[in-house]
């Protein structure tokens, strides 16, 4: 059934009385979205969103309390609004995983992202689902989100509806917005439409139309920030300004039993659709021969590229580096727009967006990947972060993983990325050697269906050192050359391109040192005590192209780099930096006993 205006009034205050409780019971949070945005999203629950098959998302994540109250009124399991900022209740900002909450927004622009990807999925699923998508000033000003409505735009999102809570005030005075934002989202390739954002007859036939549009559509809702209170139009109603008196009397105001009774009855309507991520084996697809030297990133292109022929349903892109990260392989088959029937996807040097928009894909039960240099993945950390919040099994196939990368210099050698990778909390990070290790850790990331994981793959050919049979690579680190007698004088740990430096230098090193291959960190970390001692005896070095402070929980010597590096062809620059098996071993003989 659809809601008259006046049904629609009873509604949202039913909404604004339950978000102000739950701010005066925290004691702080956002009042000025609640009061002045809660007639659009009473608009869209109430009227247009069909449970189980629409998402909502709230970019503006700062207006949580919006959120849980509407959720609660529509018989959504979440923790009573008595918890809200208070810990172990319902979060500041919105979580992937509350019922309800389709997204982890907060940061801005993320949740933008979230919806153009949701929709992406949904196209590519062949459903009907819509989107809609709640956004601020401030996400507005975001280049993510204008990353990602340049691409939704392009790609004739028509299942995606963006609605701005247009009040013209961000935390420090003046939205400083663009100049003409309708004429952006036109020149973007969206259907615009301005409304009052506290009339309901002009917001429901805004979004009637939407879902008739052919491209995405921008519905610019003119509102009062902190409509009703005494600071309403000032950059004070943002936060938590008012005195506890006002706030108390605007509760009362606002309490209605006829809302609460007509919200029940879409409590009652509503279907809920549970997405599981699908558990994917694919312990049954091989690599294919291989010669001696070669790249980690063409043994992952080849790899992928079996998973998609086995009929694995994964899908992926690149922000337009679809070839030199070797992921747009034989068996892929590109998304246009218009037509959603293709496996790959080439996103455009948009490499945040990208990822914020995988971030939506995953979490609705599709399986992806996306990719770009090592470098590159600062662009994309925000996103890379939230996934791992939000517990998305995202892959990120990152590749020209170190300075012999060479020529491009130092703007496109990475030193830092590895390290700061790891030190992300649910971030699987695997840096393979050999054609064994790149099959396995494609493996692992794609059986892990709580954790995002990014794959890190070198530009440059080297030799293949093989994996001995019996090696356990799944657990993260494993002897790859055992040392030639019973007492292991040393250890050297490498992971990707320096596994074949480490095991030249432990050849002139002499008797007793034994090389480990450590192509995850997280999973090493998680084996038993008894087999970490068994991989780490003696004295410990570890070789990696990267920063090395990390490793000294380990190690007792790390060769590494610290500093930038520079142009020149990539084995001349690897050396230079002290990656030589002379100089390397020359320096150990001086600590080794």
Known sequence: MAYNSKDLKEMSRAV?????????????????????????????????????????????GHGSALLYSVLNLCGYDIRSLNSFRKMGGLPGHPEFGIDGVDATTGPLGQGVGNAVGIALAEKLRNSDGRVYCLCSDGDLMEGVANESISFAGRYGLNNLVLL???????????????????????????????????????????????????????????????????LAGSNRAHGYALTDDELSRLIEENISSTGEMLWSDVARRRVDMLMVNPSMNVSTVKMPAVSDTISTRELSGLYLNEIIRAGFPIFGGSADLGASTNVRVGASRDILPGKFNGNYINFGVREHAMAAIMNGVVSVGLRAYASTFLVFSDYMRPAMRIAALSKLPMIYVLTHDSIAVGEDGPTHQPIEQLASLRLIPNMNVFRPCNADEVAVCWQMALRDNNSPSSIILSRQRFKQIPTPTDAQICRGAYVIRPATTARVRATIIATGAEVPLAIAVAEKLGAGIQVVSMPSVEYFKRQSDEYKNEILRGFVVVIEAGATAPWFEFADAVVGIDEFGMSGAGDEVYKHFGFDADKIAGDLKKKIK
């Open 164 to 230: 701005w809570d247009d009040n013209g005030v961000s935390i420090d005075g003046a939205a400083l917005v663009d100049a003409d934002v309708s004429m952006r989202m036109t020149a973007a390739g969206w259907n615009v439409i301005t409304v009052p954002g506290n009339d309901f007859v002009k917001i429901n036939r805004a979004l009637s139309m939407a879902q008739n549009a052919d491209r995405p559509t921008f519905i610019q809702c003119k509102t009062k920030i902190g409509l009703g209170t005494s």
């Open 16 to 60: 604004r009385a339950w978000a102000l409780h739950a701010l005066k019971c925290a004691g702080n949070g956002h009042i000025g979205i609640v009061m002045g945005a809660a007639d659009i999203i009473t608009a869209i629950y109430a009227n247009h969103l069909r449970f189980g098959r629409d998402k909502f998302i709230l970019s503006a």
